[in-house]
Every structure is written in C-alpha cells, then in structure tokens.
T-cell receptor
Framework: GAVVSQHPSRVICKSGTSVKIECRSL??????MFWYRQFPKQSLMLMAT?????????EQGVEKDKFLINHASLTLSTLTVTSAHPEDSSFYIC???????????FGQGTRLTVV | SQQGEEDPQALSIQEGENATMNCSYK?????LQWYRQNSGRGLVHLIL?????REKHSGRLRVTLDTSKKSSSLLITASRAADTASYFC??????????????FGSGTRLLVRP
C-alpha cells in the first residue's frame, strides 16, 4: 500500500519557539494532504487541508497564523507550529490521498511537547 | 469538527470473543470508512462501505451500514490480543479538487485480554 512518512516522531521544544513537522508521500503523488490534531484518548480533529501549490484551507477555529502549512510539492507538506505554547502540546498526524481517492494514508504521527 | 459518536467509548473483552462497535453520524454520506489506530501511532484503513451497501466483509471484520438510522457497526469476530487498538469510523466529504476529506467519529478503545 501507499506509504506516508511523518517526521519527527517526537519533538520537545521550548515555549516561544517554532517547530516544523514534515509529511511525505513516499511512493505516490499526493494531490491533497491533511493535518489532524489528536488529544489523549480523543478523536482526530481535522485542522487543515493542503493542496500542492496553493494555500491551505483551515477548519473553523484553527489559527492559520499559528499553524503554517506549506505544500511545496506533490510529495511533501509541512506544518509549522509557530511561537509554540504548552497548550499546543499534542499528537499531530498527517494523511495523504490521491485525486479522487477516498481512502487516506496516514503518517506515523508526531508527539509535540512544549515546555 | 466531529461527524458523530461511537459507542462504546471503551470495550474490554476476552480473546476469542466478538467485539462490536457502533458509529452514528449526523449528515448524509457518500461512504463510511473504518480505521484502526494502535496507541501513539497513525491510522490504518480497515474497510470502506458505500452508501448503497448494507453489509461488507473483510476477513474477521464485518461492517454494516444503516443510512436510515445514520449508523454503522464494526464487528470483529474471534478477537485476538493483537486487535487491541482504537477504532474510528469516518465519513468522507468531497472537496473542490475531487479529493475527499475525512471527518472522524469519537472512537472506541478496544482491549482484548489474552
């Protein structure tokens, strides 16, 4: 099956710094990538949808200046958490799909801890 | 936003027993999918059922869909300890670029005791 690689798997950063998370589709071209946030023992909340070469579409309530998304190529999307605060600590997961594809392929997730 | 609720929130069974998880959703759907998530990992696609289908099987998995009740169920038969995970239903919504975004249910945490 299609493989999506997310990096890093864990990151600890200080308050006020920025953190970049990468999501790569390794063996297929992902026209659309999705970023989710997940709190412990809760479901995945869609943050934004990104398309290669265009601006991301953010879900209601998600701060676009806080969570910067760049989809520079058909195989790479990045999420940058800017000026991180402890409340940004969470599990972030990306997924990718192909044009017309209903099935999503997920990365392994990134555990972000802001201290 | 979440599409709907799943119940139970948590389920603990003995190995060999069957596990049933239910998902209810709010809006009309094209398809409904089930995913599995091992603790601290990404999600793995299990099965997709179309809105015009009522039942679908894949190995030990059986999924039903009742669009009149806006509900779906996932049955895992002859459970194994390795089935311990969280299970999520998801409905897909078409986007302008012909792709689909997934909205997940609240999930069921399944524990299969050896």
């Amino acid at each position: 099956g299609a493989v999506v690689s997310q990096h890093p798997s864990r990151v600890i950063c200080k308050s006020g710094t920025s953190v970049k998370i990468e999501c790569r589709s390794l063996d297929f071209q992902a026209t659309t990538m999705f970023w989710y946030r997940q709190f412990p023992k809760q479901s995945l909340m869609l943050m934004a949808t990104s398309n290669e070469g265009s601006k991301a579409t953010y879900e209601q309530g998600v701060e676009k200046d806080k969570f910067l998304i760049n989809h520079a190529s058909l195989t790479l999307s990045t999420l940058t958490v800017t000026s991180a605060h402890p409340e940004d600590s969470s599990f972030y997961i990306c997924s990718a799909s192909t044009t017309g594809g209903r099935r999503a392929f997920f990365g392994q997730g990134t555990r972000l801890t802001v201290v | 936003s979440q599409q709907g609720e799943e119940d139970p929130q948590a389920l603990s069974i003995q190995e060999g027993e069957n596990a049933t998880m239910n998902c209810s959703y709010k809006t009309s759907i094209n398809n409904l999918q089930w995913y599995r998530q091992n603790s601290g990992r990404g999600l793995v696609h299990l099965i997709l059922i179309r809105s015009n289908e009522r039942e679908k099987h894949s190995g030990r998995l059986r999924v039903t869909l009742d669009t009149s009740k806006k509900s779906s169920s996932l049955l895992i038969t002859a459970s194994r300890a390795a089935d311990t995970a969280s299970y999520f239903c998801a409905t897909d919504f078409p986007l302008m670029d012909s792709s689909y975004k997934l909205i997940f249910g609240s999930g069921t945490r399944l524990l299969v005791r050896p």
